[in-house]
Nanobody, 121 residues
Framework: QVQLVESGGGLVQPGGSLTLSCEAS????????MAWYRQAPGAGRELVAS???????YYDLEVKGRFTISRDNSKNTVNLRMNSLKPEDTAVYYC???????????????WGQGTQVTVSS
């Protein structure tokens, strides 16, 4: 069993910043890729950023240059630093691990419960 728990969401004014955190827990041996998705009201879930090992992180074009994804492998955490926030960044943000290697085998597509980010004046 693997759990992803997000934190750090909230209400922020346009131009402000927030940092989201996600911690993975369980009998984890390795997580290669961790990612952040978001889902705005009435829209589908979209990939915001992902990070895999020592490869350059991936960013959606809408957030590139404003958001920074980072991880601490020793703690199985991934963070998303969001700067210059815009009202269109308002969404529920979800942490995702496409594959987790555990002591009981592989677990695919693990999601956190989501954290609300609202950008409004």
């Amino acid at each position: 069993q693997v759990q992803l728990v997000e934190s750090g969401g909230g209400l922020v004014q346009p131009g402000g910043s927030l940092t989201l955190s996600c911690e993975a827990s369980g009998s984890i041996l390795r997580i290669d890729t961790m990612a952040w998705y978001r889902q705005a009201p009435g829209a589908g879930r979209e990939l915001v950023a992902s990070i895999t090992g020592n490869y350059p992180p991936y960013y959606d074009l809408e957030v590139k240059g404003r958001f920074t994804i980072s991880r601490d492998n020793s703690k199985n955490t991934v963070n998303l630093r969001m700067n210059s926030l815009k009202p269109e960044d308002t969404a529920v943000y979800y942490c995702n691990a496409p594959e987790v290697i555990t002591t009981n085998g592989r677990i695919s597509d693990t999601w956190g419960q989501g954290t609300q980010v609202t950008v409004s004046s």
